[in-house]
């Protein structure tokens, strides 16, 4: 898909009619896009990973017959325009990239849908804006510091210099994502930029603490899927009991890691039952 030059442009959808692509600068001057469908209560989803954006499209378009749904296109993943350095694609420049998108929608009453490694920029934002969502709903995504990969500048290095060992580190990537966009993913990832903004982000991801206060005026649902790896349903239950009386639920969903993607029609039950709740 084109990228964008000017700040605002319609497109002809993701890949369909009806909705309006978007975007500003960030602080540090790289692009940040979303995608738009819809009218009324914003519900604005974070979702940095490398998975084609048209994959959203059903979730967006089943959401957005309800709602203001607003996609996040991460700098350096998905059809997220590449910075200059490709480092900066951190849970705290994609922080940065929400606050923006926020600011420049004037967003006032809304929620935020943060999904696997989308969640810690939406976790990294919250104490920073001047008016919170309402609800914050968080899937499929593993609570907990990790640990750092062992030599990332060396396996970058040979990322750049191997084509064999980037097609091959490519398919164990792309063997996370549902297996209609494995392949489309694969050749993505066989670029060595796309791969290099991937692996750095992926490592920030998995050092960030979630040791920051959740904040006691946004409501939480977490949702994890029978098909999530273990560490991501027990780190969510974990994190979860330990808010005390801020107002929360735990939903466990059949499916796959994508199930709210897989199923949008359950997503959208999920958003109206936690707003109404």
Known sequence: MARLDGIQGAVAGIHSAGFLRRGVRSQDQAKVE????????????SAPAAIPTWYWEPFIRTVGEHFRTVLVHPRGLGHGELPNDLRAVTVADHARDLLRVIEELRLEDYAIVGHCIGAAPVFKCLSKLSRRPRLVMVTSARLEAGTAAQNLEKVIERVRADLHFRRQYAQVAAGYAPEAFRRELELRLQSSDELEAHLWAVQSVRLYSY???????????????????????????????????????????????????????????????????
């Open 34 to 45: 979303w995608t738009e469908y819809g009218t009324g209560f914003a519900v604005l989803v």
């Open 211 to 277: 040791s920051d206060p959740w904040p006691v005026d946004v409501a939480a649902v977490f949702v994890t899927s029978t098909g999530d790896l273990e560490s991501i349903k027990a780190s969510t239950v974990a994190y979860a009991s330990g808010l005390g009386a801020t107002s929360r639920r735990h939903f466990q969903l059949e499916g796959g890691h994508f199930a709210i993607l897989e199923n949008p029609d359950l997503g959208l039950w999920l958003i109206r039952k936690a707003l109404n709740s």
